[in-house]
């Protein structure tokens, strides 16, 4: 297990549920919004923290879904609200596309933690509110996509050494045969920034939430040995080469002065490459990955704390990066 | 004076100078190439050394030139000698294309004590040999634009500033003026690789030794300071541009693991440019010219010690440079 942390940095599953006595979100007037807000927090009980997403700024949204907390969507919502645990694993966001989405994230390779934590907050809010809910179709949804289940599970995984080969292409078209689909950093659309790749099921009706998991969880396994073989197969055939490119890259992080956020997440996931492989240390995979949401446009800005220019912005950035980077050294 | 030191290498003297009993060098045979060995090598008296280039091997030629410490023609020359002095500031052509060409060589800006050591060393050898003068026109040598005084006055200047700015043209236009000429660091036609550039007489007929000194020391002067207040210029108006920029530069010299000759001669010229900005510290500028010195094609070869190929050449002088860099700190 510890092998897969180099490679797979997260796992997420997300349910999607409405309220059956509240009209769907485009028929929503603001009671009943209220009331899926109002009713949702209190069925969860004690620990969670609830943000009404019109009293807060536009910076702190934005921070939001760089953290994977919220999706760009619940801005768009009139009456969108998160509720969060203290470690921010559990993230239930009301009135986005359906009334309740509810996430577990938690890092590694890590479903049956997640599912059981989900599966546990689910249970406690169907105790209290009844879900609009089909004997044949199962969980009814905003968008047809999600009905059945209502299950996204997906993990986030570094594949720096595949994407290297071009291989990329060819491992989306297999994962599809599976039911998969692959998408970058922030959700569809977006790019493979840093080699980060979100790998997530597709289909949510007529197969189980059981199958679901262990299709993708089987998958994300099965890639992240392919990718790992992959890195240490690049690093043995072109041994100087490859730490002239990640000992450059580390070079480079611990000394630019302004990092625009693209180069940052490049460089990033070629220190991460170097700490798999053996060649760099001083630095966990978590750490990483909290750097790198934490040198994200937003979050930098609030850091900033009032109106930046994009040099001051990449300025910010650069001695952050130097900062977090300070105790790496060669291995 | 210790100002200069940042942008003045090195000064060099060289005189022309003909045995007058000896033919020249393309009607020369091999009794009057050997004739002109001995009789120089015994006038100049004790603690020098011979070499004779038929004796040393291809690469430890090439050294000798990556070194100024003989010209490309020397090699060829059937005859070719060379002598030094322990310090290697002194070093005496033989069988070039004048029978004779002496050179001093200094750090830094020191016209008047080299010319005071090869003026010492010229009459020590005139005083047992009789060198071919003319009354009207002074030294004889090979070539026409020697004739004179047979002396090449040259300094080795370091000019980043100038050249990031593109007023290098206007420089060398502004400088032919006055009779003085720009080459890069390994002479004609060579790149001005690492921003070297050598300046240097053109003429040697109808002007004095004292004449040609002063002009190229005051040119090389006011050189400097127009560099020093042009890098200063830059890094006021570019705080952060020129810090990420040579900062960069650092982290790549202090980390690559191949460096073809070009990338460490660009890069050496901005560690240097950091270190005359106060940015760098831990090593002189005697130690950054150096370093650029042993890194060279020919040197490197000598310490790999037998046949390389392109990227062990690359990966062993990555790991001179971090070796020769590691006392260097931010300031």
Chains 1, 2 share one sequence.
Not at 13 to 18: E, F, G, K, P, S
Not at 60 to 72: A, F, R, W
Not at 324 to 331: H, L, Q
Request: net charge neutral; glycine share 6%; hydrophobic share 40%.
């Amino acid at each position: 297990m510890e092998n897969n942390r180099s490679v797979v940095v997260s796992t997420r599953i997300r349910l999607a549920r409405n309220v059956s006595t509240v009209p769907f979100l485009q028929n929503m007037d603001e009671k009943a919004a209220r009331d899926v807000i109002d009713n949702v927090y209190d069925a969860i009980g004690k620990g969670y923290e609830l943000i009404e997403l019109k009293n807060i700024s536009a910076v702190d949204k934005q921070i939001l879904v760089e953290q994977h907390l919220i999706s760009p969507d619940l801005l768009k919502s009139k009456w969108g609200a998160l509720i969060l645990n203290k470690e921010r694993t559990i993230s239930i966001m009301l009135n986005e596309e359906d009334h309740i989405r509810m996430q577990c994230i938690l890092p590694g390779l890590a479903f049956s933690e997640a599912y059981a934590k989900i599966d546990e907050l689910d249970k406690k809010i169907e105790s209290m509110l009844k879900y609009a809910y089909d004997s044949q179709f199962g969980y009814l949804t905003a968008c047809p996509t999600n009905v059945g289940t209502g299950m996204r599970a997906s993990v986030m995984m570094h594949l720096p050494a595949l994407t290297m080969q071009g291989r990329m292409t060819d491992v989306i078209r297999a994962l599809s045969k599976f039911g998969l689909t692959v998408r970058g950093l922030y959700g569809e659309g977006s790019e493979a920034l840093g080699n980060m790749y979100q790998l997530s099921n597709q289909v949510t009706l007529g197969v189980s939430e059981k199958e679901i998991i262990n299709t993708i969880d089987n998958s994300a396994l099965h890639l992240a040995n392919m990718e790992a073989d992959t890195a240490k197969a690049i690093y043995a055939k072109n041994k100087i080469e490859t730490e002239d490119r990640l000992y450059r890259s580390y070079g480079i992080f611990k000394n630019a002065h302004k990092l625009d956020s693209k180069e940052m997440m490049s460089l990033l996931s070629d220190i991460w490459l170097a700490v798999s492989l053996g060649l760099l240390s001083g630095i966990t995979y978590d750490e990483l990955y909290e750097l790198m949401i934490k040198a994200q446009p937003a979050a930098i800005l609030k850091k900033a704390g009032g109106e930046i220019n994009i040099l001051e912005r990449d300025y910010i950035r650069a001695k952050m990066v130097r900062e977090a980077t300070k105790d790496i050294t060669y291995s």
